[in-house]
């Protein structure tokens, strides 16, 4: 049977959609996903075989036969991991000239026909932008050590630090430091030195806390209104700089940490684009989305902000259907 094919792979999860070549479902199937940039490819290349080997035979279908794959994988951010990826599928019998691999924000970008931007603040952040000239750009996700600002992990990582400081009794945040002290069973600044060393690097657990943190916002807590805040800026830092990448007029600035300031003493920028929201802070988080959506009519008064309808697995599929009609 022909078949089109859309996967949507995380470092947690793995997800495929198969249509025939009409474009009615077939199936769907999760499986494991792959952090592609972080595993490598050995790693990668034996994750993707297990997920579409899977896959394949609960619908008895066969790689020669597919139409158009578009694979939107996290951890694809050079031209060299695209490569990688084409390769895997290539291995397991895949045409190559029906193969599309792309950075699971970049995939966003085949939603708007014209100039596009999309931002993604889950548990990591990052930006891309198309310009008129079909250039593609790229600002920040390099991993919550180098960049992923405005994300999950740094919302958690100034929540903590705001509960240290309240235990230190340096600032007053009565409500999220009652939900950080019943999730963690963290009482003690000793207690929260042992937790940062255990946790620091591990993104899950401390991007867990931004829900907490967001549910204190909207009980009242000042300290972690502020931390959302903030946090929102980075992410529309984000769109900024991607748009000044677009406009050919990259501002070279020092990396900012808050914002507030220079986006007050800029003129609003004219470039006409669609900016689309996805990932769980932006699309779940009402105050922080406000924010952004706040800033843009600011400074971007000529965008338009969305959200998608569809998920990123129905989105892969209706661009390999398109991509390879």
């Given at each position: 049977m022909k078949f089109y094919a859309g996967l949507d792979v995380g470092g947690t999860s793995g997800r495929v959609k198969f249509s025939a070549e009409d474009k009615t479902l077939i199936g769907e199937y999760l499986g494991e996903g792959c952090a592609f940039n972080t595993e490598g490819y050995e790693l990668g290349r034996e994750k993707y075989r297990k997920?579409?080997?899977a896959a394949l035979s609960k619908y008895e279908l066969t790689s020669s036969d597919c139409l158009g794959i578009c694979i939107a994988a996290s951890g694809i951010d050079s031209k060299e991991q695209e490569m990688q990826m084409r390769s895997i599928f290539e291995e397991m019998g895949f045409a190559k000239?029906?193969?599309?691999?792309v950075n699971d924000c970049e995939l966003f970008?085949?939603?708007?026909?014209?100039?596009?931007?999309?931002?993604?603040?889950?548990?990591g952040s990052i930006c891309y932008g198309r310009n008129e000239a079909g250039e593609v750009f790229r600002t920040g996700g390099w991993n919550h050590v180098l960049s992923d600002e405005g994300s999950a992990y740094d919302i958690g990582l100034q929540t903590f630090k705001a509960y240290a400081d309240w235990l230190d009794g340096r600032i007053n945040c009565p409500i999220l430091a009652k939900k950080i002290?019943?999730?963690?069973g963290v009482k003690t600044l000793e207690q929260a030195d042992v937790y940062v060393n255990d946790h620091l690097l591990d993104k899950s657990p401390?991007?867990?806390?931004?829900v907490l943190c967001a549910q204190a916002a909207e009980e009242g807590d000042l300290v972690a209104k502020t931390i959302i805040k903030e946090c929102a800026a980075k992410i529309f830092a984000l769109v900024w700089d991607t748009c000044c990448k677009m406009e050919g007029k990259p501002d070279n600035r020092i990396k900012r940490e808050l914002d507030e300031a220079f986006f007050a003493n800029q003129e609003a920028k004219a470039l006409q684009a669609d900016l689309w929201l996805w990932g769980s802070v932006n699309v779940k988080n009402t105050f922080f989305r406000e924010q952004i959506i706040n800033m843009a009519k600011k400074k971007l008064p000529n965008v338009t902000v969305k959200i998608p309808e569809k998920t990123a697995l129905d989105i892969a599929l209706g661009v390999a259907q398109e991509h390879f009609a």
């Open positions: 997920l579409m080997d000239e029906r193969i599309l691999a970008l085949y939603l708007s026909k014209g100039p596009v931007l999309v931002t993604i603040s889950g548990t002290a019943n999730a963690t401390v991007g867990g806390l931004a």
